[in-house]
């Protein structure tokens, strides 16, 4: 079983539309959760942290179950420029430094 | 105002011929990373930096070294580039200071994209 597993995707919705994604993490001392958002060809960026308590950034919200090790994100208000892949991330409970990456789930926004 | 630079951002090469990618930083982060990204998979951690101590990830193969002279700079040495090894190779920065037992955000530079005739 993988560290995190995430659906790969892709989700194809058109613009306006409310996409969710789950990713499920196999360490339930895992203490640090974020989801990043990756462009073709182009770099992991942080998109927001994960806290126990959920948050919103935007028409972005996070949030964490920790019963069932769990997190998701949902986004309303699809744009086209949300099109990415949107990668689950864990903090490897062996040292706080590293951490540990899903494959990500693809979206692509359509017109 | 680029955080993490990485340079070159496209390295051709040859098979067997050894490269070197680099890596800057100006956050003045003391955890430097680099991983490994094939396409459609996720970044793999092949070892990182907290300040001078050089921290291996046990399945890195060693054909892969790293260096790290000051805080600043980390660099990536490929000795004997297979046809395998072609991947996007990131650099990464973080703070040191630990959230209670969590993690700190990575902050990634733009990536080295590494192709092997």
């Known amino acids: 079983r993988k560290e995190v597993e995430q659906d790969p995707g892709p989700f194809n919705v058109p613009e306006g539309a409310t996409v969710a994604f789950n990713c499920t993490y196999s360490n339930s001392a895992s203490q640090s959760f974020f989801w990043y958002r990756q462009d073709c060809r182009k770099e992991p960026k942080l998109l927001m942290s994960v806290y126990s308590s959920g948050n919103e950034d935007g028409r972005f919200t996070a949030q964490l179950n920790r019963a069932s090790q769990y997190i998701s994100l949902l986004i309303r208000d699809s744009k086209l420029s949300d099109s990415a892949t949107y990668l689950c991330v864990v903090n490897r409970v062996d040292s706080s430094y590293k951490l540990i990456f899903g494959s990500g789930t693809r979206l692509l926004v359509r017109p | ?117």
């Open chain 2, 1 to 117: 105002d680029a955080m993490v630079i990485q340079n070159p951002r496209y390295q051709v090469t040859q098979f067997g011929k050894p490269v070197t990618l680099s890596c800057s930083q100006t956050l003045n982060h003391n955890v430097m990373y680099w991983y490994q990204q094939k396409s459609s998979q996720a970044p793999k951690l092949l070892f990182h930096y907290y300040d001078k101590d050089f921290n291996n990830e046990a399945d890195t193969p060693d054909n892969f070294q790293s260096r790290r002279p000051n805080t600043s700079f980390c660099f990536l040495d490929i000795r004997s580039p297979g046809l395998g090894d072609a991947a996007m190779y990131l650099c990464a920065t973080s703070r040191s200071a630990q959230l209670a037992g969590g993690s700190d955000t990575q902050y990634f530079g733009p990536g080295t994209r590494l192709t092997v005739l």
